[in-house]
């Protein structure tokens, strides 16, 4: 005998749901590190971040009643992210920054990688800043020329914060993915 209510939710197993946990776990480091935390935009990425997740979560759960509402909050979290990309780009504008092209294989390094948690996201970020020659603190290439800045502590996340180009273009990679996916 088929069910009345069809089964829905099982979101946790969905790709575009996992990827987009990860980018609100990056995005949370990322504001804590680089952002001010009293500013307003501190809030606005986390929040960016935080909707995209629970926006396919409740999208998964309403697809048993309403295919319309499903998909209405697959958009609802696709704009989110697409939000959350922006203050990422502006992020990197403002501050002279380089924002890698899709081309960039830094990029397919990174979605090949498949990082599962911020953790595994900042020691990508720490190995391959140091294997690119840039500088932690200031951002600029050659370790050498950095004039003792470089940081004496150890854990890979208080090191990843000192590299915020890398950091940011990490998020953005994986805003595309999660994207791609929502788009599907």
């Known amino acids: ?18 990827v987009a946990q990860l980018v609100y776990d990056v995005t949370v480091r990322f504001c804590d590190r ?7 935009t501190h809030d606005q990425m986390v929040q960016a971040a935080r ?20 998909l ?15 203050d990422y780009e502006d992020f990197l504008r403002q501050r002279g920054l380089a924002e890698w092209e899709r081309e960039n294989p830094l990029r397919q390094a990174l979605i ?7 953790d595994d996201v900042a020691a990508w970020v720490i190995e391959e800043a140091k294997r690119s020659g840039h500088c932690g603190h200031c951002g600029l290439k050659g370790l ?3 004039k003792g800045l470089l940081s004496t502590e150890s854990t890979t996340s208080t090191q ?3 590299y915020p180009e890398f950091s940011a273009n ?5 805003l595309a993915v999660a994207c791609a996916l929502l788009d599907r």
């Open 1 to 18: 005998m088929s069910e009345l209510i069809p089964k829905h939710g099982g979101y946790r197993k969905l790709m575009s749901f996992q």
């Open 34 to 40: 680089y952002i001010d935390r009293r500013s307003r």
């Open 51 to 70: 909707s995209g997740v629970q926006n396919i979560a409740e999208g998964s759960h309403a697809s048993a009643t309403s295919k319309k509402t499903e």
């Open 72 to 86: 209405k909050l697959t958009q609802v979290a696709r704009a989110s992210l697409e939000e959350l990309k922006l």
């Open 112 to 118: 090949n990688r498949r990082c599962e948690t911020a």
């Open 144 to 146: 050498n020329t950095a």
């Open 160 to 162: 990843s914060k000192n």
């Open 170 to 174: 990490a998020a953005l990679t994986l």
